[in-house]
T-cell receptor, first 111, second 113 residues
Framework: DAKTTQPTSMDCAEGRAANLPCNHS???????VYWYRQIHSQGPQYIIH???NNETNEMASLIITEDRKSSTLILPHATLRDTAVYYC????????????FGTGTSLTVIP | DAGVTQSPTHLIKTRGQQVTLRCSPK?????VSWYQQALGQGPQFIFQ???????QRGNFPDRFSGHQFPNYSSELNVNALLLGDSALYLC????????????FGPGTRLTVL
């Protein structure tokens, strides 16, 4: 029932930008793209979400392709505290539909 | 502004017992969802409560039940505990009328011996 595909793991050097890709080729017109991350044994932390325009907040930027079939989460200056599992989720809001987390991408920031 | 809170933090039970976990949503939120996360896996959706009713349910047996109170807080009950119920139980709250972004609590770690 997975709607997204993410690489299993990625490494990033501290201070460099971390670019995490996500494929969602079957996304529907009313589905948003949400990103969460989970640091070991903690609850998932909301990062950012978007529908079709690129979005930026204090944590990250979200780039969504024009056809909306893929997106990239960008952490502009990765720190060791960004080491976590990152989940890309597509979901239509206010439908009661669940967030399907999948297995996510395990990002390791290397000193 | 308090975020989502859950209690207790940790819990140890034995097989066959019953357990109740509690969740207080983020201020202003009216919807609560519960997830189970086994070790090494992503969170799995259990059910969602809105207006004190179960609105959607994932693939979990009837041993898992819940309740939402008028103040929007929620409980998750698990009966006849099995060893396989050992997991991190996560509560997430959201506001139904918005983009419905879910905010998660820190979780309750349940160990069944």
């Amino acid at each position: 029932d997975a709607k997204t595909t993410q690489p299993t793991s990625m490494d990033c050097a501290e201070g460099r930008a971390a670019n995490l890709p996500c494929n969602h080729s079957t996304i529907s017109g009313n589905e948003y793209v949400y990103w969460y991350r989970q640091i070991h044994s903690q609850g998932p932390q909301y990062i950012i979400h978007g529908l079709k325009n690129n979005e930026t907040n204090e944590m990250a930027s979200l780039i969504i392709t024009e056809d909306r079939k893929s997106s990239t989460l960008i952490l502009p200056h990765a720190t060791l505290r960004d080491t976590a599992v990152y989940y890309c989720i597509v979901r239509a809001p206010n439908t009661g539909n669940q967030f399907y987390f999948g297995t996510g991408t395990s990002l390791t920031v290397i000193p | 502004d308090a975020g989502v809170t859950q209690s207790p933090t940790h819990l140890i039970k034995t097989r066959g017992q019953q357990v109740t976990l509690r969740c207080s949503p983020k201020s202003g939120h009216d919807t609560v969802s519960w997830y189970q996360q086994a070790l090494g896996q992503g969170p799995q959706f259990i059910f969602q409560y809105y207006e004190e009713e179960e609105r959607q349910r994932g693939n979990f047996p009837d041993r898992f039940s819940g309740h939402q109170f008028p103040n929007y807080s929620s409980e998750l009950n698990v009966n006849a505990l099995l060893l396989g119920d050992s997991a991190l139980y996560l509560c997430a709250s959201s506001l139904r009328s918005s983009t419905d972004t879910q905010y998660f609590g820190p979780g309750t770690r349940l160990t069944v011996l």
